[in-house]
């Protein structure tokens, strides 16, 4: 039989840790705890505490900010796991000097910040550009939605929480009424336990229902209309996703060409990226000029790109005017790309025949009198008779919602049968201007030349590598902060750690 060393769990033994031997050379922890031992400036956060003279004394902000960005980098969200680690977790112990603060004082740390997370944020900024990782040639700029720490079960407008409250408050009365009726024998089983719990639940979102309805207006777009708002936080937003619709936030970040170092990052509650470009140019002028002295404008001889979503004549006008060598495409670019050119063929196959849509030569148009029949004879009103589209005129019609309800014509008429928005044409004219070339025109023909193609296809390796090391390896695959405020600081955070991983790799003191 063979022999084998006898074993116990049951043993303990006391172990001598040294904190300073654990934060090796050439670790993130190292360099994280020497670049805010020595090189940032922590003193902005002094405000926070008033205890001079009276109180107990504080956590140093130092030992937060370290334990924070650490566990951060680790994929640790939760104040709660942080705090937890700090207890058992021999790295976390060595950063923080074994001083465990508690979940309630990481949390607030975090969500007083304000103008210090920029300041943060401008202080690793200036030691990439010290190092030279940052070469200013090149910035791409681009955005991905994650999932806020609201559900998108409590959206809608006033309308349809008042109704959402009325159907909760008469489903409480049925079931009031119901036990009301019961024998006094079946009104301690589990059932109707069961149901006394459902009503205290319905009850409370009830109120909750009640007094946002009597504290909040309905949530308007930056076009006057009506949007959903939601309960929890009404500063995110529904929004479009790889993974579906999801209530939450868009985090942008604009990033550098040479080692990916995000030069600016910020987090907007809004959808839709066409108004989000300007604000990021902006963004980013401030913070180079923040860091440099001399104060001279960054885009003179960096260029920028950026994909569809940011593409608007507003914003091509927007680039023109101040002279930035940009290059944003528009919805159609791959259309012309002729590397795009048998897309089609590589599509999976539809057997269902879709019947032939309408087209404005199927609409009777009279231009004299203005008036405009459909295919099945209902007349449609006149909406807008100088309307212009990419620099030509046109008269816009549209049908009535009645009409277009109850058509028999509605599936060769409508791109979509469940849209709500009636039938719209347009009949156009002619040139608004002779000669007359659009900004968006003039982004076209720039960005489909041999050069635009080349710069252009630098954005997608320039930003979706930050995106990847972000949501996957270090796994932020959720903002845990409600508002656009905390949302923005836990975002900047995590741009911090991933350009403090760059001065790592790519910096002379820590390569």
Request: charged share 30%; hydrophobic share 35%; proline share 3%.
């Amino acid at each position: 039989m063979p022999r084998y060393k006898r074993y116990s769990y049951g043993q303990s033994r006391l172990i001598p840790i040294s904190f300073s031997s654990q934060i090796l050379a050439g670790t993130f922890e190292y360099a994280l705890n020497y670049l805010i031992d020595n090189e940032l400036d922590v003193s902005i956060f002094d405000h926070f505490y008033t205890n001079d003279e009276t109180g107990a004394p504080a956590y140093d902000p130092a030992i937060l900010l370290k334990i924070i960005l650490y566990a951060y980098s680790r994929g640790i969200i939760s104040s709660r796991e942080i705090a937890r680690q700090c207890e058992q977790n021999v790295v976390f112990m060595a950063l923080s000097a074994d001083t465990r603060p508690h979940f309630t004082t990481i949390a607030g740390f975090i969500s007083k910040m304000g103008d210090e997370i920029i300041h943060l944020f401008r202080n690793v900024l200036l030691i990439c550009d010290d190092m030279g990782l940052i070469s200013k040639e090149m910035f791409a700029i681009d955005g991905c939605k994650l999932p806020s720490n609201a559900s998108k079960e409590w959206s809608g407008t006033r309308e349809d929480f008042d109704k959402k409250q009325r159907k909760m408050e008469k489903e409480i009365r049925r079931i009031v009424k119901r036990h009301k009726d019961l024998d006094v024998s079946a009104k301690g089983t589990d059932e109707y336990k069961r149901e006394q719990k459902q009503v205290e639940t319905l009850r409370k979102k009830t109120r909750k229902l009640k007094k946002w309805l009597a504290e909040n207006d309905d949530k308007k777009s930056r076009a006057g209309n009506v949007v959903k708002s939601n309960i929890t936080d009404n500063e995110s937003a529904k929004m479009k996703s790889s993974h579906g619709v999801i209530q939450g936030y868009n985090g942008v970040a604009a990033v550098d060409a040479k080692h990916q170092v995000v030069v600016h990052a910020e987090a907007f509650g809004e959808a839709q990226e066409n108004h989000l470009l300007k604000p990021m140019v902006k963004g980013v002028r401030n913070n180079f000029k923040a860091i440099r002295s001399h104060g001279t404008d960054v885009f003179k001889t960096a260029k920028l790109s950026a994909d569809s979503g940011f593409h608007t004549e507003d914003n091509m006008e927007y680039l023109s005017i101040e002279k930035i060598d940009g290059y944003v495409a528009d919805t159609l670019f791959r259309k012309r790309d002729p590397r795009f050119a048998t897309a089609k063929r590589h599509k999976p196959k539809n057997n269902k025949k879709k019947a032939e849509r309408f087209t404005p030569t199927d609409f009777i148009y009279d231009p004299e009198t203005l008036t405009c029949i459909c295919p099945a004879g209902c007349s449609l009103y006149l909406k807008n008779r100088n309307f212009h589209s990419r620099g030509h005129h046109a008269v816009a019609f549209q049908a009535r919602e009645s009409d277009c309800r109850s058509c028999r014509m509605k599936p060769r008429c409508l791109k979509d049968l469940k849209q709500k928005t009636p039938r719209q044409v347009h009949f156009f004219s002619g040139k608004t201007m002779a000669g007359y070339e659009t900004y968006t025109d003039k982004m076209k023909r720039k960005i489909d030349s041999i050069k635009g193609r080349c710069l252009y296809s630098m954005r997608l390796a320039t930003a979706e590598p930050v995106f990847g090391q972000i949501k996957w390896a270090k796994k932020l695959n959720r903002f845990t902060l409600r508002g656009e405020g905390k949302v923005n600081i836990q975002w900047k955070l995590y741009c911090i750690v991933h350009n403090i991983g760059k001065i790592i790799r790519y910096g002379p003191e820590f390569a």
